[in-house]
Nanobody, 122 residues
Framework: QVRLVESGGGLVQAGGSLRLSCAAS????????MAWFRQAPGKEREFVAA????????AYADSAKGRFTIFGDNAKNTVYLQMYSLKPEDTAVYYC???????????????WGQGTPVTVSS
């Protein structure tokens, strides 16, 4: 269905900032929610943040709360993840996902991007 393309990852020092972007080819009622997950080597994929296009409701993991902000540009069908005060433990490949509703479960999302790597040095 929808195609997702992430960008904005890179190498940053601890305490620095990055803004990730996720561009969607289009949006239907089946793609009403977009989310960010991350996966580090040897670890399971974990939820970071999500936003629902219709309600503008957002959800954050405890690790992201207060440091990360998810927001969208309706005209561009693009969702952003603004990350401040980055820590070495934030190092991972970050994936964009699309699904019908807000969820912290990867299985609830039907479309995924290829991922963009984020490395935070200490």
């Amino acid at each position: 269905q929808v195609r997702l393309v992430e960008s904005g990852g890179g190498l940053v020092q601890a305490g620095g900032s990055l803004r990730l972007s996720c561009a969607a080819s289009e949006r239907t009622f089946l793609d009403n929610t977009m989310a960010w997950f991350r996966q580090a080597p040897g670890k399971e994929r974990e939820f970071v943040a999500a936003i629902n296009w219709s309600s503008s409701r957002t959800a954050y993991a405890d690790s992201a709360k207060g440091r990360f902000t998810i927001f969208g540009d309706n005209a561009k069908n693009t969702v952003y993840l603004q990350m401040y005060s980055l820590k070495p433990e934030d190092t991972a490949v970050y994936y964009c996902a699309a699904g019908p509703g807000l969820s912290v479960s990867p299985g609830e999302y039907h479309s995924w991007g290829q991922g963009t790597p984020v490395t935070v040095s200490s």
